[in-house]
């Protein structure tokens, strides 16, 4: 009887261990992809900018 118990902790314990894995895992792959989103539209912007300054230029 003893051991089924410490099966099932042992079971139990396991299961919350890959789900805080599993949590933390999606919580950086979040971050990760609103933070790579900003970094490419202002990247994109500043591309945009230089371009549109460049042709600017170019005309003149």
């Known amino acids: 009887m003893d051991t ?3 099966i099932i902790l042992y ?7 890959i789900g805080l894995f599993l949590f933390l895992l999606g919580g950086s792959l979040f971050v990760g992809a609103i ?3 900003f970094i490419g ?9 230089s371009a549109l300054f ?7």
């Open 54 to 60: 460049a042709n600017l230029q170019l005309r003149k």
């Open 11 to 17: 079971v139990i314990i396991l299961i919350l261990c």
């Open 35 to 37: 933070g790579g989103f």
């Open 41 to 49: 539209v202002f990247r994109g912007f500043a591309n945009y900018f």
């Open 4 to 6: 089924i118990f410490s």
